[in-house]
Structures are given as C-alpha cells and as structure tokens.
C-alpha cells in the first residue's frame, strides 16, 4: 500500500514542561493516522462500528528517536502492511522539521458486538476486498 500522510501541529497539552511531546501521545498520534488512512481509503471506522464491527488494538509498538516539539508541525506516515481477513497491521514513522523522529505499529483483530471473531471475508466481503487491495496495493 501506499503511504497515507496525516499532518498536524504539536499542542502544547501534548507536551511535558520542555515542549517535547509526553511519550504516550506517541500511541495517539499512531490512532489519529490510522483512523485517517481509512476515512481516505473509504472505510470510516464510524461506519464499521454502525454495521457491527469492532475493531481492538491487540498490540502496540513505539521506538523513540528524536523528541517532537510544542507548536512544531508533524506528518505521521501510515500503512496498512498485513491482512488475513481475521487481524490487520499498520505500521508509522512520525516525521517532524525533515527528520524521523518515532516509528511503530499496531496489530488489530475483528470482533462482532458480542466481542467474537469476525471472519471479514464471509461476513463483509466488500470491506475484505477493499482491504486486500490496500495491502496488495
């Protein structure tokens, strides 16, 4: 897939009394472009979650290589880079002022609302198709 960019500035709630962005917000801005990409590719998480689909993070992964700034601009590079119908993964590289700063990832499975499995492809084809394609890019 393609990479998705999602570009924000650094609010000053988001940083700790040196302006450098608190490291948990890592994990939200890694949501932020995620929800993104979707909404762009088509596949609003809002929408899911109407039809029925739950879709929990099953792990995170943020490395730290160079602080991001109060009141600096910030692209986070996002794609998809596994589906197999029942879990995805995404993976981020955080930019700021030219330079890469942090990367990670997220893993995420399927649920119905009864907090089961969903085997996309049986039961949303249209949405697994679409995901395949993003990957296969």
Known sequence: ME???YRRKVNYYETDQMGVVHHSNYIRYF??????????????YADMEENGL??????VECHYGKPVLFGKDFE??????KFDG????FV???????????T???????????MKPVRM???YPEIFQKMKELVEG
């Open 104 to 114: 990670g990832n997220s893993k995420h499975c399927f649920l119905d609302k009864d």
């Open 76 to 81: 986070v590079h996002s794609r998809l880079v």
């Open 31 to 44: 949501e932020e472009a995620r929800i993104d990409l979707m909404e762009k590719v088509g596949l609003p």
């Open 86 to 89: 029942l879990k995805m993964e």
């Open 3 to 5: 990479v998705a960019v």
């Open 54 to 59: 739950i879709i929990p993070v099953l792990s």
């Open 121 to 123: 492809k049986r039961v």
């Open 92 to 102: 981020y590289e955080i930019w700021s002022e030219g330079q890469l700063c942090t």
